[in-house]
């Protein structure tokens, strides 16, 4: 990932946040004949290692988790908030109007070594946690219990577990954090107004505006 300086995060609580907050990540694969992407939901577990440990699953009638399994080297990408910048926001256009539009935007990205999990165990627990962590605010949540075992038993048998030792873990905070100070409050109000309030926080907080 082209990272300059000013857009790294390296804090790896906030890193571990932003994927517990955006599990839905495209996981690369790519050997020297093929390359596969698919998005899917992971669950991270922070302490699983000393930079975490993501789960996942896919359709056994997936090829990828065959791809992994013969070696294949893995990349997840996780996607948050984004933002069109119009230069018209700035200050700076004003003064000398040598400004140009952008894209802000938040992503990390894990590296990592992939361990195939084709055990009904295995499986069981992570989609069982994978349920819990997105149920856990409904009123009445839903559990893997809720249904018949003998169904449980048969879409089991129908998805392939995937396990990451993450090994490297990088975050790109690009929230024009490259702009003046009058420049940012100029992107906070201009995304304000549009709605984008998550990524106008952003620019606030990274921007100290």
């Known amino acids: 990932m082209y990272q300059p300086a000013h857009f790294v995060e390296q804090d790896l609580p906030t890193l571990h946040a932003f994927i517990s907050a955006h599990p839905l990540g495209l996981l690369i694969s790519a050997d020297a004949e093929d390359l596969q992407a698919n998005s899917i939901p992971f669950l991270l577990d922070a302490s699983g290692t000393e930079k975490g440990v993501l789960r996942a699953h896919v359709a056994r009638a997936n090829p990828q988790w065959r791809h992994l ?3 294949a080297s893995a990349l997840v990408v996780f996607q948050g908030a984004d933002a069109y910048v119009s230069p018209s926001w700035y200050q700076s256009k004003q003064e000398h109007g040598k400004v140009v539009p952008t894209w802000n935007y938040i992503s990390v990205q894990v590296r990592g070594k992939v361990q195939v999990m084709d055990d009904p165990d295995w499986l069981h627990s992570h989609v069982s946690a994978l349920t ?3 149920e856990q ?3 009445v949540p ?3 219990t809720d249904a018949p075992a003998g ?3 048969m879409q089991k048998r129908a998805i392939v577990g995937i396990e990451m030792l993450i090994e490297e873990i990088s975050g790109k905070w690009k929230v024009s954090q490259n702009r003046p100070v009058p420049d940012r409050a100029g992107v906070v109000a ?3 107004a549009g709605g984008h309030d998550e990524m106008a926080d952003h620019v606030r907080r990274y921007g100290k505006v």
């Open 151 to 153: 169904f449980i038993d």
């Open 190 to 192: 201009g995304l304000s």
């Open 137 to 139: 605010k409904r009123d």
């Open 142 to 144: 839903w559990a893997v």
């Open 69 to 71: 399994q013969q070696g």
């Open 132 to 134: 819990g962590q997105h």
